[in-house]
């Protein structure tokens, strides 16, 4: 039988091969899906997650469920970029072995060196790593370069980039440390005088462990190696210098909206957040406290800049902008609920040793 179409319409067709408008729609609808599930994996393979990798150097690196500091900073500013990537934790050696047979993309946490930048693109260092010695109680840390330990042992972490202050020092003789506590362990038994750490776990353990600190340890203050922390990738990876670029964004952000600081657990940092050639002391939150702020962290060393400034007179960066002094600052971002020093989050540890 014959389905006849008004006249008004001006054409004939058939009523069973026709589909309705409802129909029609869904028919449109499922192909849709069908593309978007077609085209899903060849998203995936244009944006596939960084294989990175990095030893264990607590807090910088580590496992998942440990102290990883510089991983975590690494990994927020990817996520925060849209970019995926997992760290897989393993011997340094197997790190760089990796890289030079594309089975790692990169890593969280290099040191910079002109071999390594012939493969690698790095990112704008992200934190300064302040290499300072550590002896048994009673021992002398006054030393203001490494060659004033001459005739010493030092334990330091093996196959580490230190850098020529830390490689060309004559007459040290450097023992080689799986880690800090392995380091730490040597110092304890008196396998060697002194031993290398970074300032920022010497400020944790003076903040977290500051009995066993006071007790048994002598730390040094004056940074006798200087080493800029990376990001960096293979050249190789598809959209490497994008993804660089992406990371040295967020990072910038990080460093002021309190993000950097949170995951560092320092609190007060203290960094040139303008660009202007001048160093802010950026509060955690919207909160500075009830006083200036007394322990900061200087993300990329020691400031000139600030050595000599009054705690009341620092210049502040609250909220996306900068006052010139502690009086400059409104009165509704003061209160108790500010950060004033290291131990911001009352009863966490971020890092410890066994003595």
Known sequence: MRWIQPKTLGYETSKMTRPRPAKRWLWCLAAMLVAVIVALPAI???????????????????????????????????????????????????????????????????????????????????????????????????AKRMSDLAGKRVAAVGRYAYGDEIGKAAGVHFVNGRNDQDNLNKLLAGDVEYMLVDTLVARYLVANQPEEAATKLEIGSTPLARRMLHFAIRREVPGAEKTIAAFNEEIQKMLTDGTYAA??????????????????????????????????????????DAAMVAPEKQRIFVKGNVYEGWAAIPDAYKGPAGVNDLAFKQGTTLFTLKF
């Open 44 to 142: 995936a393979t244009e944006n596939p997650e960084l294989r990175l990798a990095s030893d264990s150097w607590p807090p910088f690196t580590d496992e998942a469920d440990h102290q990883r500091v510089a991983v975590d900073l690494v990994h927020t500013a990817l996520e925060r970029a849209g970019i995926g990537a997992a760290t897989t934790v393993i011997d340094w050696k197997d790190v760089e072995n990796g890289l030079r047979k594309a089975t790692i993309d990169g890593s969280a946490a290099m040191w910079h060196t002109e071999q390594r930048e012939k493969t690698l693109l790095f990112s704008r260092p992200y934190l300064e790593n302040r290499l300072v010695i550590i002896g048994r109680k009673g021992s002398d840390v006054a």
């Open 263 to 304: 995951i560092l657990q320092v609190g007060w940092i203290r960094v040139d957040v303008d660009g202007d050639g001048r160093t802010e002391v950026v509060a955690l939150g919207d909160s500075v406290g009830e006083i200036p702020p007394g322990s900061v962290y200087d993300v990329f060393g020691d400031a000139p």
